[in-house]
T-cell receptor, first 112, second 114 residues
Framework: SQQGEEDPQALSIQEGENATMNCSYK?????LQWYRQNSGRGLVHLIL?????REKHSGRLRVTLDTSKKSSSLLITASRAADTASYFC????????????FGKGTRLSVIA | EPEVTQTPSHQVTQMGQEVILRCVPI?????FYWYRQILGQKVEFLVS????????KSEIFDDQFSVERPDGSNFTLKIRSTKLEDSAMYFC????????????FGQGTRLTVV
């Protein structure tokens, strides 16, 4: 698999349920970021977790990072229909100028 | 809140024509990027730019592509002779100095080559 592979590819849940998306990567990283993309629109930054952090929260978002397994998860609690979007993880190598490497994304559908 | 702006939002061009995609990064950012996303696929890195020069580029960024920061605000991507396979969404991004700062993306330019 390639750097920043998310699973599942698609996820459909009911409003109010929690959504969990996973991301795996292969090389060493400086940080891992999650982005959201509404259909045909731009990428919105959600959260950044550094390689020395294990868990981070932002509102209804919870991100974990396990560098030993080279994996991360994004949990959205109490999902809403407005959370319907594609979610991408992106990894950054050990440099301030390093480009992001994106995964293929998870398409989340939240049904009202 | 400061944002990255891109113009145009949609451009249709004939194969073989030159296109210039424009971006205005966030004003105090130092690192600039172009990415592209072919419909239904993942976001791919094209090029990064710092201190008025290319710092890194991918295999996609061949001789048909060029970038420029002609003044203190604009950051452009030029495709010299477009091909059908250049049809994609092109995103500009900018980032402040620091190892753990997030990249802010524009809304993208949808390029359609016919």
């Amino acid at each position: 698999s390639q750097q920043g592979e998310e699973d599942p590819q698609a996820l459909s849940i009911q409003e109010g349920e929690n959504a969990t998306m996973n991301c795996s990567y292969k090389t060493s990283i400086n940080n891992l970021q999650w982005y959201r993309q509404n259909s045909g629109r731009g990428l919105v930054h959600l959260i950044l977790i550094r390689s020395n952090e294990r868990e981070k929260h932002s509102g209804r978002l919870r991100v974990t990072l396990d560098t030993s397994k080279k994996s991360s998860s994004l949990l959205i609690t109490a999902s809403r229909a407005a959370d319907t979007a594609s979610y991408f993880c992106a990894t950054a190598r050990n440099s301030g100028n390093t480009p992001l490497v994106f995964g293929k994304g998870t398409r989340l559908s939240v049904i009202a | 809140e400061p944002e990255v702006t891109q113009t145009p939002s949609h451009q249709v061009t004939q194969m073989g024509q030159e296109v210039i995609l424009r971006c205005v990064p966030i004003s105090n950012h130092l690192y600039f990027y172009w990415y592209r996303q072919i419909l239904g696929q993942k976001v791919e890195f094209l090029v990064s730019f710092y201190n008025n020069e290319i710092s890194e580029k991918s295999e996609i960024f061949d001789d048909q592509f060029s970038v420029e920061r002609p003044d203190g605000s604009n950051f452009t991507l030029k495709i010299r002779s477009t091909k059908l396979e250049d049809s994609a969404m092109y995103f500009c991004a900018s980032k402040a100095r620091g190892r753990n700062t997030e990249a802010f993306f524009g809304q993208g330019t949808r390029l359609t080559v016919v």
